[in-house]
């Protein structure tokens, strides 16, 4: 049954934008990788809202295609960079990205 | 074919080896110059026989750039057989010469070597056939004769001579490399022979500079005004280099170099009006320096470049032949003069002081009569080979300037009285030389004698050539290759043999005040000295023109070349380079400071980054 | 059902709260000092997510959402952190000034940027008018399928998706086989060989 709301597109993508913007900030104020890695799915997240959005108000499936295939990548990048942290963890013994600055100067 | 003089200097003069032999080298040495001088009156031969006005003879393309395409090519002519010959002759006795005089020396083979390499490059000088090829002789005996001069490079004062030698060159090199550019542009070409064709071609400013400019060079190769300065140095070099290319031969290419490029002196526009009174002045001024000298080898040098004076001054006015036969005859008896000074010191245990000798005529018989010989010829007195080659000088001169000639005549006077002084000083009179020295002075070896007395007879009869009227065998051959000369004829036979009549009065005047002075006087140097007073100091000490160049010219050019070296190169120019690569390094490590390796200051960058490229975007469209 | 009855503020209330949930949740998440914590918030914020799908007519997709997205990612990050333990580190939120700064500014600079690119209206979006899947152009409203699987797949599966779906799914295959070589730890200066030799040669 379709639930569309016909409420307006904008207050779709205010949402979207500050979603993206807490977990911009919140990128780069923590230093545990692990939460680092979170605010990078809530950007992944918020960006899905607004292709859905768009596409919403273009009557256009697509938007809809590509948020799937976002959720898809998402996944496969959750994965990797898991398994990196893990990987780091074993050598490192913590989570602290300060701690990972090999390539300094 | 015309290869052969060069040739022939050339294998000799690149391979000295260290045979135990040395005798070998001189020898070898000296068979090459022969074999030149043979090589030279076969071709000399062959010209005549051809019939042929020149012979061009073409090796290799040297230069192809474009349009520009240079031979190496030389030219055999009547100008070029003439001083082929005389080079190579000359260069032949004085090789012979050396055998001698640098028996004991221990530099004996490098001698040889740079003797021949000279002889090679001044014979490639006169035979080119275009500018670039006489640029590498004109180079070429420049190197040889700072090699020669500074032959003795252990003593200071040589290796020092040497230098301001090529320095001095140096300056007239540049009036050369540029006249030569010029050159190009005014006619298209270097060919010695193109260039006298086209003549017309170039503009009068183009004449009169190019002139100039190879008047400069000229004035540096055979020190004239203002480039002479070197040559009285250069008698530090051993005394068969001063006879051989002080005196006979390289000095000579600056006077060779006027005559050869005679289609361009000839033109209304040129600057021969300048060589001429460059040559008149230098004349008069080297002479009265020549009186004040007390070293036998100064006096002849500067006898030289009063004597070359002579020759431009007969360059200038027109009188080519004039100048090419006083280069033929100078050559004789001053080779002869300054062997003769060799002898002579050589005997006294290198004493070159006039002051200290006398009384040489009984020890020494060939010496003397050679040396007597040449004095008379350079002197002018008839029948000798001076007094015609001159005469012919002053007689052109007469023709043209009054003025002039009126120098002309003083030079010779004055050069009949400082060379009868030299002649005096050191021949006659009573000795003046420590005993046991003058017990054992004794007459040179044969290899020594031999070359003195061929150039003294060379320079007794040498005038046979060059008689007036229609007896005058060296203008009828050189004819094809010299224009007819202007102002070189004087209008009546009359005339000529009243101006003859002239100058030989003005040369016995002159001998006879230095007899009365030196013959007849024990102490006749201290009377001149008197009686000129304070001249005579000015003309001991040369005008002091060595002076005047060092606080001019030379202070000032080292000043600004210290300070070049010891601060603009250090503080500017390594300065900026360091200054750069410093500067690149400072930038490069504040740039490290931004590689924190920490993710987040980078995660930082890259929001910001795109950031700023949605503003851009938003701002684009809006 | 009812739906066409609410008022337009009426119908704007759901996706208010759910907004609204979603933002509180985002700033939980960032702030939360256990790591546990913060993950739990975030898949509160994903809900709310799949809730604002719902409201826009996307509800397969909000399913996918919630399964897919917050079921088993936010599990598998559960997971993780549990074995790096990182839940107890406490790492502290506030750093060195200047950082700290520089990220607030530029996201607020961005937020602000957003906002007003969408206030300033339709005159950003200049894109062509928006075909159906086969080509007609489309009603602006969506029609009634929209949110269903059927549609999805006919949009997945078209000519103009089909390859971009296939890509991801090889680019699946290779996170997988990523993560293996990673979570294994490939040595490569111990092959199997000689330790069957060494074995054989205790034995022997």
Same mark, same amino acid.
């Given at each position: 049954?379709?639930?569309?709301?016909?409420?307006?597109?904008?207050?779709?993508?205010?949402?979207?934008?500050?979603?993206?913007?807490?977990?911009?900030?919140?990128?780069?104020?923590?230093?545990?990788?692990?939460?680092?890695?979170?605010?990078?799915?809530?950007?992944?997240?918020?960006?899905?809202?607004?292709?859905?959005?768009?596409?919403?108000?273009?009557?256009?499936?697509?938007?809809?295609?590509?948020?799937?295939?976002?959720?898809?990548?998402?996944?496969?990048?959750?994965?990797?960079?898991?398994?990196?942290?893990?990987?780091?963890?074993?050598?490192?013994?913590?989570?602290?990205?300060?701690?990972?600055?090999?390539?300094?100067? | 074919?015309?290869?052969?003089?060069?040739?022939?200097?050339?294998?000799?003069?690149?391979?000295?080896?260290?045979?135990?032999?040395?005798?070998?080298?001189?020898?070898?040495?000296?068979?090459?110059?022969?074999?030149?001088?043979?090589?030279?009156?076969?071709?000399?031969?062959?010209?005549?026989?051809?019939?042929?006005?020149?012979?061009?003879?073409?090796?290799?393309?040297?230069?192809?750039?474009?349009?520009?395409?240079?031979?190496?090519?030389?030219?055999?002519?009547?100008?070029?057989?003439?001083?082929?010959?005389?080079?190579?002759?000359?260069?032949?006795?004085?090789?012979?010469?050396?055998?001698?005089?640098?028996?004991?020396?221990?530099?004996?083979?490098?001698?040889?070597?740079?003797?021949?390499?000279?002889?090679?490059?001044?014979?490639?000088?006169?035979?080119?056939?275009?500018?670039?090829?006489?640029?590498?002789?004109?180079?070429?005996?420049?190197?040889?004769?700072?090699?020669?001069?500074?032959?003795?490079?252990?003593?200071?004062?040589?290796?020092?001579?040497?230098?301001?030698?090529?320095?001095?060159?140096?300056?007239?090199?540049?009036?050369?490399?540029?006249?030569?550019?010029?050159?190009?542009?005014?006619?298209?070409?270097?060919?010695?022979?193109?260039?006298?064709?086209?003549?017309?071609?170039?503009?009068?400013?183009?004449?009169?500079?190019?002139?100039?400019?190879?008047?400069?060079?000229?004035?540096?190769?055979?020190?004239?005004?203002?480039?002479?300065?070197?040559?009285?140095?250069?008698?530090?070099?051993?005394?068969?280099?001063?006879?051989?290319?002080?005196?006979?031969?390289?000095?000579?290419?600056?006077?060779?170099?006027?005559?050869?490029?005679?289609?361009?002196?000839?033109?209304?526009?040129?600057?021969?009006?300048?060589?001429?009174?460059?040559?008149?002045?230098?004349?008069?001024?080297?002479?009265?320096?020549?009186?004040?000298?007390?070293?036998?080898?100064?006096?002849?040098?500067?006898?030289?470049?009063?004597?070359?004076?002579?020759?431009?001054?007969?360059?200038?006015?027109?009188?080519?032949?004039?100048?090419?036969?006083?280069?033929?005859?100078?050559?004789?008896?001053?080779?002869?003069?300054?062997?003769?000074?060799?002898?002579?010191?050589?005997?006294?245990?290198?004493?070159?002081?006039?002051?200290?000798?006398?009384?040489?005529?009984?020890?020494?018989?060939?010496?003397?009569?050679?040396?007597?010989?040449?004095?008379?010829?350079?002197?002018?007195?008839?029948?000798?080979?001076?007094?015609?080659?001159?005469?012919?000088?002053?007689?052109?001169?007469?023709?043209?300037?009054?003025?002039?000639?009126?120098?002309?005549?003083?030079?010779?006077?004055?050069?009949?009285?400082?060379?009868?002084?030299?002649?005096?000083?050191?021949?006659?009179?009573?000795?003046?030389?420590?005993?046991?020295?003058?017990?054992?002075?004794?007459?040179?070896?044969?290899?020594?004698?031999?070359?003195?007395?061929?150039?003294?007879?060379?320079?007794?009869?040498?005038?046979?050539?060059?008689?007036?009227?229609?007896?005058?065998?060296?203008?009828?051959?050189?004819?094809?290759?010299?224009?007819?000369?202007?102002?070189?004829?004087?209008?009546?036979?009359?005339?000529?043999?009243?101006?003859?009549?002239?100058?030989?009065?003005?040369?016995?005047?002159?001998?006879?005040?230095?007899?009365?002075?030196?013959?007849?006087?024990?102490?006749?140097?201290?009377?001149?000295?008197?009686?000129?007073?304070?001249?005579?100091?000015?003309?001991?000490?040369?005008?002091?023109?060595?002076?005047?160049?060092?606080?001019?010219?030379?202070?000032?050019?080292?000043?600004?070349?210290?300070?070049?070296?010891?601060?603009?190169?250090?503080?500017?120019?390594?300065?900026?380079?360091?200054?750069?690569?410093?500067?690149?390094?400072?930038?490069?490590?504040?740039?490290?400071?931004?590689?924190?390796?920490?993710?987040?200051?980078?995660?930082?960058?890259?929001?910001?980054?795109?950031?700023?490229?949605?503003?851009?975007?938003?701002?684009?469209?809006? | 059902?009812?739906?066409?009855?609410?008022?337009?503020?009426?119908?704007?209330?759901?996706?208010?709260?759910?907004?609204?949930?979603?933002?509180?949740?985002?700033?939980?998440?960032?702030?939360?000092?256990?790591?546990?914590?913060?993950?739990?918030?975030?898949?509160?914020?994903?809900?709310?997510?799949?809730?604002?799908?719902?409201?826009?007519?996307?509800?397969?997709?909000?399913?996918?959402?919630?399964?897919?997205?917050?079921?088993?990612?936010?599990?598998?990050?559960?997971? !993780? #952190? @549990? %074995?790096?333990?990182?839940? +107890?580190?406490?790492?502290?939120? =506030?750093?060195?000034?200047?950082?700290?700064? $520089?990220?607030?500014?530029?996201?607020?600079?961005?937020?602000?940027?957003?906002?007003?690119?969408?206030?300033?209206?339709?005159?950003?979006?200049?894109?062509?008018?928006?075909?159906?899947?086969?080509?007609?152009?489309?009603?602006?409203?969506?029609?009634?399928?929209?949110?269903?699987?059927?549609?999805?797949?006919?949009?997945?599966?078209?000519?103009?998706?089909?390859?971009?779906?296939?890509?991801?799914?090889?680019?699946?295959?290779?996170?997988?086989?990523? !993560? #293996? @070589? %990673?979570?294994?730890?490939? +040595?490569?200066?111990?092959?199997? =060989?000689?330790?069957?030799?060494?074995?054989? $040669?205790?034995?022997?």
């Amino acid at each position: 049954m379709p639930a569309d709301l016909h409420v307006s597109t904008e207050t779709y993508i205010l949402v979207s934008a500050l979603l993206f913007v807490i977990g911009m900030a919140g990128f780069c104020l923590r230093r545990n990788v692990l939460v680092m890695l979170m605010c990078v799915e809530l950007m992944f997240a918020s960006s899905g809202l607004v292709f859905v959005a768009a596409g919403r108000d273009r009557a256009d499936a697509n938007g809809q295609v590509y948020t799937l295939l976002l959720i898809a990548l998402a996944a496969a990048e959750v994965a990797v960079g898991l398994a990196l942290v893990v990987a780091v963890f074993r050598n490192r013994r913590s989570v602290d990205v300060d701690l990972l600055s090999d390539l300094k100067g | 074919m015309l290869a052969g003089p060069a040739l022939g200097a050339l294998i000799n003069g690149l391979w000295p080896s260290r045979l135990r032999g040395r005798v070998l080298h001189g020898v070898l040495a000296c068979a090459a110059t022969g074999l030149a001088f043979l090589v030279a009156l076969l071709q000399h031969i062959q010209l005549g026989a051809s019939g042929q006005e020149s012979i061009r003879q073409s090796y290799f393309t040297w230069i192809a750039s474009g349009p520009l395409r240079i031979d190496f090519a030389l030219r055999l002519d009547p100008l070029s057989s003439v001083m082929c010959l005389t080079v190579s002759g000359v260069a032949f006795l004085i090789h012979v010469y050396s055998l001698g005089y640098m028996a004991r020396d221990k530099a004996y083979v490098r001698f040889f070597c740079f003797l021949n390499m000279f002889t090679a490059a001044m014979l490639l000088l006169v035979t080119a056939a275009n500018l670039p090829v006489m640029f590498i002789g004109w180079e070429g005996v420049g190197l040889c004769s700072y090699l020669l001069i500074g032959f003795w490079h252990a003593r200071d004062s040589a290796s020092r001579a040497g230098f301001k030698a090529f320095v001095v060159n140096r300056v007239g090199d540049f009036g050369f490399i540029v006249a030569m550019l010029w050159c190009y542009k005014a006619f298209g070409t270097l060919d010695l022979h193109e260039m006298a064709a086209r003549v017309g071609h170039a503009s009068a400013a183009d004449i009169r500079w190019i002139t100039l400019l190879f008047l400069l060079a000229a004035t540096g190769k055979s020190a004239q005004i203002p480039l002479f300065v070197w040559l009285p140095d250069a008698m530090e070099g051993p005394t068969p280099v001063s006879a051989l290319i002080h005196a006979a031969t390289m000095v000579t290419a600056g006077v060779y170099l006027v005559v050869r490029l005679n289609a361009l002196y000839h033109h209304p526009a040129s600057a021969a009006g300048v060589v001429a009174w460059i040559g008149a002045l230098t004349a008069l001024l080297a002479a009265t320096i020549a009186i004040g000298q007390n070293d036998m080898k100064r006096v002849l040098a500067y006898s030289t470049v009063s004597q070359l004076g002579y020759m431009f001054l007969a360059a200038g006015v027109g009188a080519y032949t004039a100048a090419i036969f006083h280069l033929v005859t100078h050559a004789f008896f001053k080779a002869c003069l300054f062997l003769g000074a060799g002898s002579v010191m050589h005997a006294c245990h290198d004493e070159q002081d006039i002051l200290r000798m006398g009384a040489l005529r009984n020890k020494m018989r060939v010496t003397h009569w050679t040396f007597l010989a040449s004095t008379m010829s350079i002197a002018g007195i008839v029948p000798l080979a001076g007094f015609f080659s001159k005469d012919e000088i002053l007689a052109g001169a007469f023709g043209a300037n009054k003025l002039l000639w009126t120098l002309g005549l003083a030079g010779a006077f004055l050069t009949a009285f400082y060379m009868l002084r030299l002649l005096y000083l050191t021949f006659y009179g009573n000795t003046r030389i420590a005993p046991e020295v003058y017990q054992r002075a004794h007459e040179s070896p044969p290899s020594m004698r031999v070359p003195l007395r061929v150039l003294g007879t060379l320079a007794i009869v040498g005038g046979l050539i060059g008689l007036p009227g229609s007896w005058h065998m060296l203008r009828r051959y050189l004819e094809p290759v010299l224009p007819v000369e202007t102002g070189g004829e004087p209008p009546s036979a009359l005339l000529e043999v009243g101006l003859m009549a002239l100058s030989l009065a003005v040369v016995l005047c002159g001998i006879w005040v230095a007899s009365a002075l030196f013959l007849r006087r024990v102490d006749g140097q201290r009377c001149l000295e008197r009686r000129l007073g304070e001249v005579y100091v000015a003309l001991r000490r040369k005008w002091w023109v060595d002076e005047f160049y060092m606080a001019f010219v030379v202070g000032p050019l080292s000043t600004l070349a210290r300070a070049c070296s010891d601060w603009f190169d250090p503080k500017v120019i390594d300065g900026t380079v360091n200054g750069l690569a410093a500067a690149v390094g400072g930038l490069a490590r504040g740039q490290v400071r931004s590689q924190t390796g920490r993710i987040r200051d980078y995660a930082i960058v890259i929001l910001t980054g795109a950031f700023i490229l949605a503003l851009c975007l938003v701002l684009g469209r809006v | 059902m009812g739906m066409t009855e609410l008022t337009a503020a009426g119908r704007l209330v759901p996706v208010a709260i759910a907004g609204l949930v979603a933002v509180v949740g985002a700033l939980l998440m960032v702030s939360r000092r256990d790591v546990v914590r913060g993950a739990l918030w975030l898949v509160v914020t994903l809900i709310a997510i799949a809730v604002l799908y719902v409201t826009l007519g996307a509800e397969f997709l909000a399913m996918i959402q919630v399964i897919v997205y917050a079921g088993a990612i936010m599990v598998l990050f559960l997971f !993780v #952190i @549990v %074995l790096l333990a990182a839940g +107890r580190e406490p790492l502290s939120l =506030r750093n060195t000034g200047m950082e700290g700064v $520089a990220a607030v500014t530029v996201a607020l600079g961005m937020l602000l940027l957003i906002v007003f690119a969408t206030a300033a209206g339709g005159e950003l979006a200049h894109t062509p008018a928006p075909l159906s899947v086969d080509g007609t152009p489309a009603p602006a409203v969506p029609r009634s399928g929209y949110g269903t699987p059927a549609a999805i797949g006919e949009a997945l599966f078209s000519p103009r998706n089909v390859f971009t779906m296939e890509l991801v799914s090889v680019l699946l295959v290779a996170a997988m086989a990523g !993560v #293996i @070589v %990673l979570a294994k730890g490939l +040595r490569r200066d111990a092959p199997a =060989r000689p330790e069957h030799e060494r074995r054989r $040669a205790d034995a022997g």
